[in-house]
């Protein structure tokens, strides 16, 4: 089946550290987003990458980095430097991006925990 | 830059009643309003989206109605059913998606 793919999906960091978080697409769609979830909020947007070896920050990139070297992948790493990191982060695509009216698709989520 | 306000954030309704779900925008250029539904430990899904030459779009039991004027949209749903128990969000794009803070339904039978 065509879909959105993030794993995994419960991951726990240390302080100090470094963690990955995957988004696979296999819907052959240009863009693709990385999203925070905090209770009670809306979806708030990190990264979002409209074509192979692009991207862009959203309105809370600092913290997190991303890489776009393949069209159907869209890794997020939270890094050290991101202080309050617990959250449920989702990713989606998108045929297109930009001003574009197509709608985004979203995977099922990672839950990330500080131990 | 763009500001989506959501009201109510908790709506209980009886199984068979309706739901009606606003949301308000800032910018006039937002020119695409999805709304999306998300189950307990699942990412959002799409139920229905309107585009600003529209002002209603219906879907089964799901309508959605788009006012530009007062910068304002909202969802219905008829004839609830426990299965539509879910967090609610709205959304508005110009250049990006922002997303409102969402709305609890619970359906009681």
């Known amino acids: 089946d065509g879909g959105i793919t993030q794993s995994p999906k419960y991951l726990f960091r240390k302080e100090g550290q470094n963690v990955t978080l995957s988004c696979e697409q296999n819907?052959?769609?240009?863009?693709m987003y990385w999203y925070r979830q905090d209770p009670g909020q809306g979806l708030r947007l990190i990264y979002y990458?409209?074509?192979?070896?692009?991207?862009q920050k959203g309105d809370i990139a600092e913290g997190y980095s991303v890489s776009r070297e393949k069209k159907e992948s869209f890794p997020l790493t939270v890094t050290s430097a991101q202080k309050n990191p617990t959250a449920f982060y989702l990713c989606?695509?998108?045929?297109?991006?930009?001003?574009?009216?197509?709608?985004?698709?979203f995977g099922d989520g990672t839950r990330l925990s500080i131990l | 830059g763009e500001n989506v306000e959501q009201h109510p954030s908790t709506l209980s309704v009886q199984e068979g009643d309706s739901a009606v779900i606003k949301c308000t925008y800032s910018d006039s250029a937002s020119n695409y309003f999805p709304w999306y539904k998300q189950e307990l430990g699942k990412g959002p899904q799409l139920i229905i989206d309107?585009?600003?030459?529209?002002g209603e779009k219906k879907d089964q039991r799901i309508a959605v109605t788009l006012n530009k004027t007062a910068k304002h949209f909202s969802l219905h749903i008829t004839e609830t059913q426990p299965e539509d128990s879910a967090v609610y969000f709205c959304?508005?794009?110009?250049?990006?998606?922002?997303f409102g803070t969402g709305t609890r339904l619970q359906v009681f039978p």
């Open positions: 990458s409209q074509i192979v070896n692009d991207f």
């Open positions: 959304a508005a794009r110009t250049d990006k998606l922002i």
């Open positions: 309107i585009r600003s030459n529209v």
């Open positions: 989606a695509s998108s045929i297109s991006g930009g001003r574009g009216n197509q709608p985004q698709h």
């Open positions: 819907l052959n769609h240009d863009a």
